[in-house]
Every structure is written in structure tokens, then in C-alpha cells.
């Protein structure tokens, strides 16, 4: 069976094809770079399961394959969960991960350690061409650092150390940032569905 990884985000993809490989699913993953020719859904929802379903019915009504999706961002308790779905673009240019960083960190600078509370969302979400969809959810929480620290990983990872560590996501290895992450427990919730659904 081919399964379409409806994203174009190349930190996710990295870390949705490691996570997926590991439960050795009978699948052939896809890009969306197999389908140059499908435009983007404008993600129109309000939370990060709305957008990730409609990522997910784009691409498997436009392919007539099963897909799957992800919506995901940083949600701060101060700014009551912002960035969150606009994560992506909080700096005003989308996918700009160093600009959007800057300015979050800008924004909390007078913020004092004890109220930098927040944590990474994740929705996975599978839609079939038929319309039937599935949405399984994780998040990782943990506190803001005041700057920047390590190289792994991808947009806000530099700056969230997850609760129970003393380093960032950055600076976690790939395989323990998975092990934790939102990303790594939604898709793992999302993988006996996937083999209930796909077989
Ligand atoms: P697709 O819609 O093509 O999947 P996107 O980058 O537009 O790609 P989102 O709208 O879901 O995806 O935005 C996710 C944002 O949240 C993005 O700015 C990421 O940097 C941030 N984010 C999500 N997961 C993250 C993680 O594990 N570590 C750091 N930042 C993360
Ligand atoms: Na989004």
C-alpha cells in the first residue's frame, strides 16, 4: 500500500519517517513531491486537529490514497497558547524558523523562569479517499529557555527543554527527541490505526 506524508516541512518529514520505521509499517511513505502538481490547502482550522485533517483530505482526495498528515506548534502558556497553529508564521513569513524563534524570544525576554511554562502540540491525522479520518494527538511539555541552544531538530527545538531534561529538543539526540516528543506519541498512537484501517 502507498501512504502519502502530506507536508512539505523537512524536519517533520525526517522525523515522521524515522518514527513510522520503526513500527515497521508494510507501507510505501510518499511525499508530496511525487504530486508537484496538487496545491497546498489553505489550513483554514482553528486548532491543530482541523488543520492536519484538512491537509490529510486534500491530499488523499487529490491522489486516491490513503494520507496522512501533521499539524503541530509551540503553545506558551503566557501568551495563552499562542503561537500555536500560527506557529509556522509567527514572525509574518512562513516556515521562516530562525525569524519566528527570534521574535518569540523577543516577546518573553521580561518573562521571569518561573512562568515559561509550554509545550509542543502534535495532530496526526489519516484520511482515506473515501472521507473516513482518524486524529491522534501528543504533546511534550517543558519551559523556554532565554536562548538558543544546540543544532538538532528544527524550528522552536532550540529553545524548549522538555520537562525531566536539562538540555533543549535541539540538543537531545534525533532518536531521544521521538521518544518524547508529540510528534513521536501521536504517530505512535496514530500506527494501530493505521494498520486497523490500511491493514
Ligand atoms: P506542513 O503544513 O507542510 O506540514 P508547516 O511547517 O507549515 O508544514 P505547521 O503549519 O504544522 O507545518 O507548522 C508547524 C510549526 O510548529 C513550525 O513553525 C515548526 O517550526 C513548529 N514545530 C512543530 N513541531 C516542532 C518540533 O518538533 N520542534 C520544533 N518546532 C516545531
Ligand atoms: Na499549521
Known amino acids: 500500500t502507498r501512504?502519502?506524508?502530506?507536508?512539505?516541512?523537512?524536519?517533520?518529514?525526517?522525523?515522521?519517517?524515522?518514527?513510522?520505521?520503526?513500527?515497521?509499517?508494510?507501507?510505501?511513505?510518499?511525499?508530496?513531491?511525487?504530486?508537484?502538481?496538487?496545491?497546498?490547502?489553505?489550513?483554514?482550522?482553528?486548532?491543530?486537529?482541523?488543520?492536519?485533517?484538512?491537509?490529510?483530505?486534500?491530499?488523499?482526495?487529490?491522489?486516491?490514497?490513503?494520507?496522512?498528515?501533521?499539524?503541530?506548534?509551540?503553545?506558551?502558556?503566557?501568551?495563552?497558547?499562542?503561537?500555536?497553529i500560527f506557529s509556522a508564521r509567527w514572525s509574518g513569513t512562513h516556515g521562516d524558523d530562525q525569524a519566528n524563534l527570534d521574535l518569540l524570544l523577543a516577546q518573553l525576554a521580561?518573562?521571569?523562569?518561573?512562568?515559561?511554562?509550554?509545550?509542543?502540540?502534535?495532530?496526526?491525522?489519516?484520511?482515506?479517499?473515501?472521507?473516513?479520518?482518524?486524529?491522534?494527538?501528543g504533546t511534550m511539555p517543558g519551559t523556554l529557555r532565554y536562548a538558543p541552544a544546540g543544532t538538532n531538530g528544527f524550528g522552536y527545538d532550540p529553545i524548549l527543554q522538555p520537562e525531566g531534561h536539562e538540555v533543549t529538543c535541539a540538543e537531545l539526540s534525533p532518536a531521544e527527541k521521538n521518544a518524547i516528543s508529540h510528534r513521536g506519541k501521536a504517530f505512535r498512537g496514530l500506527v494501530p490505526v493505521l494498520r486497523e484501517l490500511l491493514g
Request: charge should be negative.
Open 3 to 84: 501512504l502519502i506524508l502530506a507536508t512539505r516541512n523537512a524536519g517533520k518529514i525526517t522525523e515522521l519517517r524515522t518514527i513510522l520505521a520503526d513500527a515497521d509499517l508494510p507501507y510505501e511513505l510518499v511525499g508530496t513531491d511525487a504530486y508537484p502538481e496538487i496545491p497546498d490547502v489553505k489550513e483554514t482550522g482553528v486548532t491543530f486537529a482541523e488543520n492536519a485533517l484538512l491537509k490529510a483530505h486534500a491530499m488523499a482526495r487529490a491522489t486516491g490514497l490513503p494520507a496522512i498528515a501533521d499539524d503541530s506548534g509551540l503553545a506558551v502558556d503566557v501568551l495563552h497558547g499562542a503561537p500555536g
Open 110 to 137: 521580561d518573562i521571569g523562569p518561573e512562568h515559561r511554562a509550554a509545550h509542543f502540540a502534535c495532530a496526526a491525522a489519516l484520511a482515506l479517499p473515501d472521507g473516513t479520518e482518524r486524529v491522534v494527538e
